[in-house]
């Protein structure tokens, strides 16, 4: 036999026993599941539409807690309402671990405020908490900046005098200001070439995240982050935004003043510093790097998208449209800016930002959890570090809370009387506890607060002053 043709066979046996030896061997009790091949997992039973149609699917079979092997490690599935607050609630503590994402492991390794687990990340929310409220409710309160930024973006709609108008960057602009603002101490002017340079980045770098490759590289990440692929230009893209940022964090070094910070950049170096003797401290610049990518990244393009859906969603449904500006004409008028306070005063407006992000769905899959002890959930024994995925979006399409689940319908959130109604399965950002405008649950949204703000402000103000209709023959905004 050719020495070839041995080598070749000796590979296929040796590829063959890393396959066998490389099934998981999963301790305690897990949840039922399509059966796993080695290395492969469930590969040959997802759904050619991604990840998310599989899981669906899967829920139909196995009910709302299952087991999914991606590639050779398994993953619990929890898809139902119920299923999803009694652990992100009733047991929060076990489900506080964080899971990974591979595309972004390289770039975070577990580093800043959103990946880390344990202690880092228990020091890095509450400082993060702390330093958000203070520069989002102290000498200028986060309403006030959303106001401003809203009067911003009125004067640039204005410009466009009725011309058709594709509002993708003004809105990207508008709510990365607001999170610069906190984190920069400063905003910036929407043709700032830099700024639209960075937000056309994290742009283009959502599509990727969400990609049919990027959601077979979390299957096979350890073998495949060896080749080209959609990962490597995440990864590129990561790397672009952390440039600015550590060239703003040198900036904010050379003239720092311990005494009077500026923004959540001069806070945390404050910190390092007096932390610098401490050898086990979680304040220093890897994680101040990715703390800031973190909100940045995160501050910016879900809640742009959101704003973007929203008004598609409203050029599709023009009466829907006009009940919302005969609430804001009954209730805040035409010779003041919206305020938070207006809020609880305007049912229907509130129910249909709701029923946006409902429908938008930005999120379908959450971030990925995984528990911090063995647990015991449902009868099931789910060991230490095991992964978790809370799927978000069967709760927010879940027919036993919507009675039109896949239907754009503002009334999912009022009642008979047209009050508006809490509903237990709305969790767009996640689920938790709260206080005031701020996160204090375990692995919630940290600014849902901010986020929720934003989108009534800006939602309001634009209504207030402009109506929307499409133009024909162009997917596009004329106000």
Known sequence: MEP????????????????????????????P?????????NLLQMDR?????????????????????????????????????????????????????????PTVQG?????????????????????????GMGKRSIEERIQEEAQYLVEELQKSQGAPLDPTYLFQS?????????????????????????????????????SFSSQVFELFSGFLKYFPGTHRQIYKNLQ?????IGHSVEKHQKTLDPNNPRDFIDTYLIRMEKEKSNQHTEFHHQNLMISVLSLFFAGTETSSTTLRFGFLLLLKYPHVAEKVQKEIDQVIGSHRPPSLDDRTKMPYTEAVIREIQRFADIIPTGVPHKVTKDTLFRGYLLPKNTEVYT????????????????AFNPDHFLDASGALKKTEAFMPFSIGKFKEMWSVGKRICLGEGIARNELFLFFTTILQNFSVSSCAGHGVLAV
């Open 391 to 406: 799927i978000l979006s069967a709760a927010l399409h879940d027919p036993r809370y919507f009675e039109q689940p896949d």
């Open 49 to 105: 539409r991604g990840l998310l149609n599989s899981f669906i699917q899967l829920q139909k079979k196995y009910g709302d807690v299952f087991t999914v092997y991606l590639g050779p490690r398994p993953v619990v599935m929890l898809c139902g309402t119920d299923a999803i607050r009694e652990a992100l609630v009733d047991q929060a503590e076990a489900f506080s671990g964080r899971g990974t994402i591979a595309v972004f492991d």
């Open 240 to 244: 672009e935004i952390l440039d600015y």
């Open 174 to 210: 508008i709510t990365a200001n607001i999170i610069c603002s906190i984190v920069f101490g400063e905003r910036f002017d929407y043709k700032d070439r830099q700024f639209l340079h960075l937000l056309d980045v994290i742009y283009r770098t959502f599509p990727l995240i969400s």
């Open 111 to 135: 580093h800043g405020m959103i990946f880390s687990n344990g202690e880092r990340w228990k020091t890095l929310r509450r400082f993060s908490l702390a330093t958000m409220k203070d520069f």
């Open 4 to 31: 070839s043709v041995l080598l070749l066979l000796a590979l296929l046996v040796g590829f063959l026993l890393l396959m066998i030896r490389g099934h998981p061997k999963a301790r305690g009790h897990l949840p």
């Open 33 to 41: 599941g399509p059966r796993p091949l080695p290395l492969l997992g």
